[in-house]
């Protein structure tokens, strides 16, 4: 595996080629795009062979730079924007755990609430029949709840739909320990629409984005599908990059027979938001001022800090945001990040000085040093905005 000082170092060399002109990236680049930053960021997407890459940076909570670089879709040769959109992985968790924490805050849950008695099944480490599994464990992954069952349904640990269900819960007691886990949070999705009384995307929908001005969503067929960016996983047999079509598959069919309070892992609570990276920037400042964004508050600033609290020094999570002090050497970095068909997306922001920063690729050939829950791509990217933008 090379280290990431080999990887600035090709990176540079890579740098050096694309100023003869040789960049298959810069190649694409309109005349307008040829500063410095872009350049060095065509040259990090050479050395990682990134398909496309969306950037948007906050400043003084500001969106101060957006930019897209590469293919949105390599068979169409049609080059990335920075309003198409992606499905950004498992940074829809903070949607999720955003509108729990609203109706928290509207006395319709409580954050110590037993999820058993909340979705309607008994939720019951098998090892520990007698310790409650409340909602603040499922949403900072203290549950001891597993994905090992799957978790696109809640079948997958209900004890009167799987003879199995006991195999979706590990050896320690509930609150006790950590392991990220997406049933979580397609249980915290189910919980949120039962008490809303409204399917969860809707609620996310009126909720969240329609107060902040943001156009995305978890319902593909509610989206502008034109503007969804393909995504490609890296098939490491054949050293090939490959389409995901079932990113933006529909779900109509299954939305026919939706049970609300049981259904939700139909839309994804876990990983479904399909957002651009400039608004889910814009969606990053509400967060970065704990709940607020210019004159609107979709959330107290107690239950925003809530959220940011670290509940497991070793993962650094609190609850779907977590604190990291790596990505940004020096500083502490809250956010989330996200993995699936082939995406990487990051949103990190550093709340006390109003500054952040969101890449999303649809698709590279990276690796993770030391088991970061960040890869390579993700870190030289950041490392670069800061520099050129920040810093």
């Known amino acids: 595996m090379k280290t990431r000082k080999h990887l600035r170092f090709a990176a540079c060399l890579l740098l050096l080629s694309t100023a003869a002109g040789q960049s298959p990236v810069l190649a694409q680049r309109t005349a307008d795009a040829d500063s410095s930053l872009d350049s060095e960021i065509a040259s990090i997407m050479d050395a990682y062979q990134a398909i496309g890459v969306a950037v948007a940076v ?3 909570n500001r969106l101060q730079y957006s930019q897209a ?22 940074i829809s968790k903070s949607f999720t755990a955003t509108g729990i924490l609203q109706l928290v805050e509207a006395g319709k849950l409580s954050l110590d609430d037993d999820v058993g008695e909340l979705v309607g099944f008994p939720v019951r480490n098998p090892a520990f029949p007698d310790s409650v599994i409340t909602l603040e464990m499922i949403l900072s ?5 597993n994905d090992k069952n799957g978790y696109f349904t809640l079948d997958a640990f209900n004890p009167a739909k799987n003879h199995e269900w006991a195999k979706s819960y590990n050896p320690y007691a509930p609150g006790t320990d950590y392991q990220y886990c997406n049933l979580n949070y397609n249980l915290a999705g189910a919980i949120l629409e039962k008490y809303a009384k409204r399917r969860f995307d809707r609620y996310v929908r009126r909720h969240i984005l329609q107060p902040l001005g943001l156009y995305g969503g978890y319902d593909v067929d509610q989206l502008d599908s034109s503007r969804f960016v393909t995504l490609y996983a890296y098939d490491g047999t054949n050293g090939r990059f490959e389409a995901s079509p079932a990113a933006y598959e529909s779900r109509a069919e299954a939305l026919q027979h939706y049970q609300l309070g049981y259904s939700a892992p139909v839309l994804s609570p876990t990983g479904g938001m399909k957002m651009s990276a400039e608004d889910l920037a814009r969606y990053m400042i509400m967060h970065m001022n704990y709940g607020r964004s210019g004159k609107v508050r979709i959330l107290s600033e107690a239950s925003s800090r809530s959220m940011q609290r670290v509940r497991t020094e070793k993962s650094g999570y609190g609850m779907a945001l977590r604190t990291l002090d790596y990505l940004i050497p020096g500083k502490q970095m809250v956010g989330h990040e996200g993995v699936a068909y082939g995406l990487y997306s990051a949103m990190y922001f550093q709340p006390r000085e109003k500054f952040g920063i969101v890449v999303i690729t649809n698709g590279c050939k990276t690796a993770y040093s030391n088991g970061d829950v960040i890869n390579d791509f993700l870190l030289d990217m ?3 905005l800061y520099r050129h933008l920040i810093r």
């Open 141 to 145: 992954h203290r549950s001891s709840i």
């Open 58 to 60: 906050v400043k003084d």
């Open 382 to 384: 950041y490392e670069c």
């Open 69 to 90: 670089f590469g293919w949105k879709d390599t068979a169409a040769r049609e080059r990335l924007a920075s309003t198409d959109i992606f499905r950004i992985a498992s």
